[in-house]
């Protein structure tokens, strides 16, 4: 803090304290008039825009880490989520960053918010899920497809022990979570622009891939691409519908589908997706 009138904030504090008294018995008038001046602006405080300071971020971070407290708990509980690292990924990933300025009072609501272009931020406990479903260990690469806001790929970088790969095919949306993402110093994290119907190829096999948008078939690109033992987390279905979170686990060069549920995402684009047409899956 600045001192204006000392060495250290409390001798300024006395000095200020002795000047308000001298002006006080030599100027009662002038005296009153700064009282009053100092009421009508206290009076006013509500309405004056104030230029955010290191002391404002301050504040609003302890906001922020109150709320994602809250956001886990209600998490736990709504998802079953058991998984210490991603429960504790959810609570340290700052998901105000990744909304739009006009969505940050409701950043941490459980529930999907627009980002711009017909995407969306993913439901802050479904992200949690679908992490937590990958069944992730230490050393696993794991492709990401559909970059979006940059959310879902900050909790895998959370987690601390994964690489993660991960594809957005809108450009303006790649250049902002890519940006923010290495601003916040997940360095864990590498972002490219692409359709992300093909995978990755460069970097394959993966131990996991999940998948953020809903085609209505398993791309056989990254069925391919998935390493023996690995997962695949994707919603499956037809656009603007309710589609089912799928869950593949791959078994001697097979994949066994699980069943995990209803589900609501936006619909997958790009030209891979509708190219292909394939048959859903039927679980085992």
Known sequence: ????????????????????????????YAFFLFVL???????????????PTSTTFKVEKMES?????QLVEDSIE????QD????????NVPRHLFVP???????????????????TISQPSLVAWMTELLELEPGDKVL???????????????????DVYSIEIVPELYGRSSNL????????????????????????????IIVTAAPDHLPSPLAEQLDEGGTIVIPIGPPGFYQTLWKFVKQDGELIAYNMGSVMFVPFTGAGASEHQEQEPTPE
């Open 144 to 162: 990401e497809i559909g970059t979006g806001s940059g959310y879902q790929a900050a909790i895998l970088a959370e987690l601390g022990y994964v």
């Open 78 to 81: 709504r998802q079953g989520l």
């Open 101 to 119: 300025d006009n969505m940050v009072d409701k950043a941490y609501e459980d529930r999907p918010l627009p980002i711009g272009y017909g995407q």
């Open 1 to 28: 803090m600045v001192d204006y009138f000392g060495t250290n904030e409390n001798a300024g504090a006395m000095k200020l304290l002795t000047l308000f008294k001298h002006i006080r018995e030599k100027s009662p």
């Open 181 to 208: 993402l290495g601003q916040l110093g997940y360095e864990n994290v590498q972002v490219k622009q692409g359709d992300g119907y093909f995978g990755w190829e460069e970097y394959a096999p993966f131990d996991a």
């Open 37 to 51: 001046l100092n009421t009508l602006l206290t009076g006013c405080e509500s309405q004056v825009t104030v230029t």
């Open 65 to 69: 880490i109150k709320a994602r407290e």
């Open 84 to 91: 210490e690292d991603v429960i504790e990924a959810l609570g």
